[in-house]
């Protein structure tokens, strides 16, 4: 009975997300306000719906339905209940539900922050999510229903993929989706600009907390993923530049140069058709994302359903939306005229070229990822592009880009002399290399090239980046939300900057042979190998290994990787275990069983690496903050702004 | 004008390219085995009518037949077992197949429950014959000539397109005439 009323609820979702989007689009463009009113009752019964469908659809999961088809692939009555429940967006079906619900929650959100918006304005913006909500649940129940039916039904389900059954992907995608989705908005704030033919400061203002907050989203929910890649694959890298890491990160570099620009747009007026660009593109890369992982187009590790009659739906359903939003813009786009110039030292100029770097590293990986389609596509053969092409070149934007924010972050708007802060400059540079020296060379005793000046490039960046609160803050001015964001935000890079520089030049890597009994040293760690002994879980069985870890004769840790054998899926997976010591973080896996009691074990010793991670989660708390800033949501009247002025000197 | 346009033009290019990609995609969703066209790994293992007694893949050479991969403990297994007894009835090809990883008394009240559509049934405890045909997961279905070359490999349940259109096709006329 549940699964139908599922159905039924996500059916009355479609037809609310179409008057949604009818009323939306329409009412504004006649003038007709009685057709205005409609929309905001639509996306709260759309919500309540979708909502509904994913309480079925959950209900399901937790009472081992497994005459449900999407519950019988994805479950078993022996998983424990968590599991149970994120087991909702295990495969694609549920992902996609959980998408929906996801863009109903943001859309619920703007319906309630657009009070203080022009009515007309708001309604356009909901209207433009109502399309994207129609395509999607359209979409849902048209190839990929998460509520049929199986009959006869299964006896018992055939459980979640276990490389699924760990907590952090359990949260890796409903945050990763919020981020995605979140881009939703911004490109609706687009759109709904487009068809009014008008952009002027506030309507930068009004879509800044928005995309802000989609950002910190995602740049948690790619750290997550990150993170477990690290520890649950079992290779001890931490980013594989697979296609669908690739698919996540390429709307968050054009989501971070559309952060960038909307600061301009909103502080000086300027760059107004290069943000309305940049906001179809995160989201266009947001949908592409959605399509190179759930097509089959494109095969990886992670790509866990594909079906090309699926593929063919969503590209139809791009073309209709990023085709759209772009027929709009080379239509409205030239309309946009921006009155204001700046000099090229101005912090202007900073942000355009911190745009065209991030859109050069964005390029660089859309061709990277592309790459095996394109030459296929061409009949030129298979290729594989890994790290060897994504390293070098993204290294090649990223280098003068974290160069460049050290410089930038001490220009004025408008104006550029630099010679107002030369000396603070010059300043944090020397301090920066002295710092730099000290880690390189002080506490690690070697490196490569990239070394030293890796170290140099992140302290400055963090050093520099708190020279404007703290100047500010002696003066005895109040330092503004948005301008604390950004601090924090850049301190996160910083220190990113530094963990990968140190991760990349100190990483020690050890393969090794033990038997019981046996140990081997790798830097001033010692190894002991104890020995396996059988475990038990609630779904798997396998093998537990003990490393006890030393340095120098004192103990450090007792590590226990594990191999499991999951009963349902017969599938293995390499449990890694991993202790932090120093700022060390020591990894050890187990690899083959070699007879005998001896067995391959891997031990790596990476420094400074959940420092990336860290930093990744400062960075989105910086964008958390920034979004918060009271600016944002004081009352459109008083703020009613002059093209040209310079407001502040933050961004 | 045209500046603005730019961006259409290089998503139409994009379009393209994508979908040229699903169209090639079909292919891909298939897992090649590189066992294709080369010799079937040879076994000798215990039947399930008779554990004393082994079965050689020497037995079985000098006619096409069909190594179907699967267990109790797979669920897929029972909603391909269906497929297999249909295709039993026709009679085009004998049905060869590989128990694995599984519990002897379990495997016999599957078969006398649901039917049995093989003609011998090799028991496979350790898995490593298994590991030998590179299975990726059960069940798997191999398509192997009178030559002992391995012909065509699927993996997943079996559906009667993927008999008729892949498996039956590949049969010499005279084997298949018998339909």
Redesign the interface.
Known sequence: MLPELGQFALILALLLAGVQAFFGIAGPMLGRDRWIAVVSPAVAGQAVMVATAVGCLIASFVGNDFSVSYV?GNSNSALPLFYRVTALWGAHEGSLLLWILLLAGWTVAVAVGSARLPPRFAARVLGVLGVVSFGFLLFTLATSNPFLRLDPA?????DLNPILQDPALAIHPPILYTGYVGFAVAFAFACAAMLEGRLDQTWARWTRPWTTAAWSFLTCGIALGSFWAYYELGWGGFWFWDPVENASFMPWLVGTALVHSLAVTEKRGLFK?WTL?LA??AF?LSMLGT?LVR?????SVHSFA?D?AR??FI?AF??IM??GA??L??WR??LLKSSAGFDLGARESFLLFNNVLLITAATTVFAGT?AP??S??LGLGTVSVGPPYFNPTFLLSMLPLTALLSVGIHANWKRGRLKDSQRLLLITLVAAALIACGLVFGIYEHGHVLTPVGALLGVWILLSSFVEPIQRWLQGVRVPRGMLGMTIAHSGLGILVIALTTVQSFTREHDVALAPGGSTTLGSYQFRFDGVAPIEGPNYDGVGANVTVTRAGAPVAVLTPQKRQY?????LTTETSIRMNHGNNILVALGEDLGAGRWSVRIQIRPLVSFIWLAALIMAIGGAVAASDRRYRTSRVTEAAVPGVTVGNSA | ?TR??L??AV??A?????????K???Q??VILSPLIGKPAPPFQLPSLADPAHAVSSQNLKGRWYVLNVWGT?C??CRAEHQMLIEARDAHAVPLIGLDW?DDDDRAREWLAQLGNPYEVVVLDHSGNTAVDYGVY??PETFLINDQGIIVYKYVGPLTREVWTKEILARLPVHAAARL
Do not use: C
């Not at chain 1, 299964?154 to 055939?158: H, I, K, S």
């Not at chain 1, 009963?567 to 599938?571: E, F, L, M, N, T």
């Not at chain 2, 994009?14 to 699903?22: C, D, T, Y």
């Open positions: 019988a299964m006896p018992d389900g055939r058709s660009l179809i593109l266009s399509f097509s089959g187009v494109l095969v594909a090309p593929g063919i590209l791009l073309v990023i085709g772009l027929t813009y080379a786009a030239p592309m389609l394109i296929d596509a009963w349902v899926q017969h599938q | 004008m603005f346009a961006p259409m998503f139409v994009l379009v393209a390219v994508l979908a040229i990609g699903i090639h995609s079909p891909k969703g403990w669920v897929e990883k997961g059960a």
